[in-house]
Each structure stands twice: as structure tokens, then as C-alpha cells.
T-cell receptor, first 114, second 113 residues
Framework: DAGVIQSPRHEVTEMGQEVTLRCKPI?????LFWYRQTMMRGLELLIY????????DSGMPEDRFSAKMPNASFSTLKIQPSEPRDSAVYFC????????????FGPGTRLTVT | GENVEQHPSTLSVQEGDSAVIKCTYS??????FPWYKQELGKRPQLIID?????GEKKDQRIAVTLNKTAKHFSLHITETQPEDSAVYFC????????????FGKGTKLSVKP
């Protein structure tokens, strides 16, 4: 089992550019979560999907952020246009549907917007 | 919605001492409480969890207690070792297909040799 896969692991971009983060959940996991982690705000849930359907996107900070899950094995988080305050580590996590199942995190993408 | 408060934000102990991290939650419907450990530069990883029908759970040097009436739960680490140094997050959620985790802000634990 390869675990949750995220790419890229590091991204440095200039303000105003589009950024796309990618995630492949663990096979068989029906729920997928996108988090943002910063020193100031801790670990924030941005959006989560059940069976590829977005359930709650209330954590998405602005319209500049969007997420998709076209199939059970792939999800993207897009920021357009990016701003310096978007700099953070973005984690993707997955688990089997049902709250008692362990949630597995990917290695994260460290985003720096200059 | 659910809100999870975690204390302290930082904790420093001597190797061999015990460490206790406390969390409170607001939604009495929450019934699952995991704890995650995040080492520097790494991803959060589950170390122990407890369900609301249990008051205490232990796994070697770590234990978690839950007080449903008071809506608080705690992580206890005994005989701390330098490799226990990390950020620890508590979380709470409800069962059901929409049981997403609500995390506390984290506690940075430093174990001094």
C-alpha cells in the first residue's frame, strides 16, 4: 500500500500564478480531505469529499480556491490567482467512509508564494 | 458546529517524566476522539483513539481518558523519551458518513534528555 500520494512536494510560485495541487487517495477509501497547515491557524479543513462528491467546502477561504474529485483515485486543489498569504503546507487525507476509520494523511505539499 | 480547544500550546518535560495534554469539545454528539502526532516536517499520524462508549484506553506508554459529562479528553504519556518530541493534535468527530475531524490547535511537546 503506497499510502496517500501528493504532488508536488514543494511548489514555489509568484503571486498571481495558478497553482494546482494533486492527491491520490488510498485505494478503497471513499472519503478525501484537503487541509491547510500554518503556524498561525494550525490545521484547517478546507473541503472534503465522500464518494467523489463535495460534502462541505465551508473551509475554503475564498473563491480563488477550488477543488475537484473527478474519480475515486484523484483530486486536485487549485488556487487562482495565488497570493503570498496562501503560503502553507497543504495536506490531503483519506479514509474509509465512517468516522471510526483512521484518517491517513499524505506527505503534504509545501507551497511558497512570493 | 464542533469546536475543539487544546491546552497547553507548548509543553516541556524532562526525559522520564509524564506529559499530559488536555482537550475540550463543544458538541455532545461527538463520539470519536483520535490523537495525532506530527514530527517536524512530517505528516500527522494517528497514535491512539477513543470512542465515547469507553472511558479510558491504553497502549504501552500512552493513554487517553474521556469524560463525556464534562466534554473533555486527555492524552497521557508516561516515561517520556526524546523521540516523543513532536506536535500532538487532538480531534473530535461524529459517526456517520459525514464525520469529519475537527482538530485542536496542537501542543508542541519537547522532551529534554
Amino acid at each position: 500500500d503506497a499510502g496517500v500520494i501528493q504532488s508536488p512536494r514543494h511548489e514555489v510560485t509568484e503571486m498571481g500564478q495558478e497553482v494546482t495541487l494533486r492527491c491520490k487517495p488510498i485505494s478503497g477509501h471513499n472519503s478525501l480531505f484537503w487541509y491547510r497547515q500554518t503556524m498561525m491557524r494550525g490545521l484547517e479543513l478546507l473541503i472534503y469529499f465522500n464518494n467523489n462528491v463535495p460534502i462541505d467546502d465551508s473551509g475554503m477561504p475564498e473563491d480563488r480556491f477550488s477543488a475537484k474529485m473527478p474519480n475515486a483515485s484523484f483530486s486536485t486543489l487549485k488556487i487562482q490567482p495565488s497570493e503570498p498569504r496562501d503560503s502553507a503546507v497543504y495536506f490531503c487525507a483519506s479514509r474509509r467512509t465512517g468516522a471510526f476509520y483512521e484518517q491517513y494523511f499524505g506527505p503534504g505539499t509545501r507551497l511558497t508564494v512570493t | 458546529g464542533e469546536n475543539v480547544e487544546q491546552h497547553p500550546s507548548t509543553l516541556s518535560v524532562q526525559e522520564g517524566d509524564s506529559a499530559v495534554i488536555k482537550c475540550t469539545y463543544s458538541d455532545s454528539a461527538s463520539n470519536y476522539f483520535p490523537w495525532y502526532k506530527q514530527e517536524l516536517g512530517k505528516r500527522p499520524q494517528l497514535i491512539i483513539d477513543i470512542r465515547s462508549n469507553v472511558g479510558e484506553k491504553k497502549d504501552q506508554r500512552i493513554a487517553v481518558t474521556l469524560n463525556k459529562t464534562a466534554k473533555h479528553f486527555s492524552l497521557h504519556i508516561t516515561e517520556t523519551q526524546p523521540e516523543d518530541s513532536a506536535v500532538y493534535f487532538c480531534a473530535a468527530s461524529m459517526t456517520g458518513s459525514q464525520g469529519n475531524l475537527i482538530f485542536g490547535k496542537g501542543t508542541k511537546l519537547s522532551v529534554k534528555p
